[in-house]
């Protein structure tokens, strides 16, 4: 079952991220359940989890961004796409990006973007399986620097 996040989807989702981003740092302040609870609460931002049999087995989250050019009609970020390891293989990473595609074009959005960091073969096979094409757009990425706020 494809559903909006829950209260209660915390400690699921923060599971599933971790598999995504193992090398992150366990937040012990409670940062991150507050920036989980402003993503349920904020229009516009839709944290999606997939269920089989009641277990949260997958996760996507869905920017919705206004826009003033294309007549007005918002687009769309994804990220954060993740599959249990458990559950993987089995079409389930398809479903909940299909999902979450629907939930874009709902919204009225004239596309959606989806940035990987993986260098693996199959997971841009994946995504270009799912309809994104890599050729449509060339994305940057900027960070602060690690020292002072230098860029």
Not at 24 to 41: C, N
Not at 84 to 104: F, M, P
Not at 134 to 150: C, H, I, M, Q, V
């Amino acid at each position: 079952m494809f559903r909006e996040a829950r209260s209660g989807d915390f400690e699921d989702v923060i599971r599933l991220y971790r598999q995504l981003q193992p090398e992150d740092p366990v937040l012990k302040d409670g940062s991150d359940a507050a920036a989980f609870e402003q993503i349920l609460g904020s229009p516009g931002l839709h944290l999606f989890v997939f269920e089989l049999d009641g277990v949260v087995v997958a996760t996507t989250y869905l920017n919705v961004i206004p826009n003033v050019t294309r007549s007005a009609s918002p687009y769309a970020v994804i990220e954060n796409v993740v599959v249990d390891k458990s559950h993987r293989a089995l079409g389930l990473g398809k479903e909940i990006v299909d999902c979450t595609l629907r939930a874009a074009w709902e919204a009225g959005c004239y596309k959606a973007m989806l940035v990987t960091g993986s260098h693996n073969p199959a997971t841009h096979a994946f995504y270009r399986a799912c309809g994104f094409s890599s050729d449509a757009k060339t994305a940057y990425l900027a960070r602060p620097s690690r020292r002072t706020g230098e860029q």
